[in-house]
């Protein structure tokens, strides 16, 4: 039996448990982002927020907990190279969404899960909430102010630009890059070049 969906307040409640102080302020952060960019691109915005406030429910979570819940769930892992908490706390970031919370709508779910590495067809909540997390206003880094721009001129050219960073800092820092992280690449910039000719 599926739990009911839990109030904002009471998720709230809830994720203070889950994580520390500096991730619920970014969590709290995302809520915002996600909504506003929901408002500005006219996605579903109660989704935005739940999507939003909940993306990084399982980052707290030790590894091995992850791993668990992952097999429990029947996610497919992946390499061993793919197994770490932050490629995996998306997905089974999902599942906990799911079970702790009762979320059942497969939107924010999607949402959810793929909010670290994207992924190829990503829909309009996938790309918002892929994008809030990025430039949530606690974020500080160099382009940032540049992607907050863009993400109200051109959702899409700015998951590109979002993409092509999280791309580039892997390669820089020598990290494995997640085939879904290239497809997602791939699948955008297809559709942005797709756009151009047509329009």
């Known amino acids: 039996m599926m739990a009911e969906m ?7 409640e809830k994720l203070r448990t889950l994580m ?15 909504v506003m960019l929901a408002q500005r691109y006219g996605a579903d915005v109660e989704k935005a927020r739940v999507a939003g406030l909940l993306h ?32 995996l706390h998306g997905p089974v970031g999902a599942v906990v969404a799911r079970q702790v919370f009762g979320v059942d709508d497969p939107e924010i779910l999607s949402a959810i899960e793929c909010h670290t590495t994207g992924k190829r067809d990503m829909a309009l909540l996938d790309k918002i909430i892929y994008l809030a997390d990025y430039i949530e206003p606690n974020r500080d880094f160099p382009e940032v ?8 001129e ?37 559709r942005f070049k797709r756009q151009k000719i047509d329009g």
């Open 154 to 190: 051109d959702l899409d050219k700015a998951v590109l630009m979002a993409l092509r960073r999280t791309i580039k800092y892997v390669l820089d820092t020598d990290r494995f890059l997640h085939p879904r992280t290239v497809e997602a690449w791939n699948d955008m910039l297809k």
């Open 56 to 87: 990084d429910c399982a980052k707290g979570l030790p590894r091995q907990e992850m791993i668990n819940r992952a097999v429990e769930a029947g996610i497919e892992l992946g390499p061993e190279e793919f197994q770490t908490e932050a490629l």
């Open 20 to 34: 520390d102080e500096e991730r619920y302020v970014h969590s709290l952060g995302v809520r915002d982002c996600a």
């Open 6 to 12: 839990m109030q904002e307040s009471e998720m709230c």
């Open 145 to 152: 102010e540049e992607l907050r721009h863009m993400a109200l």
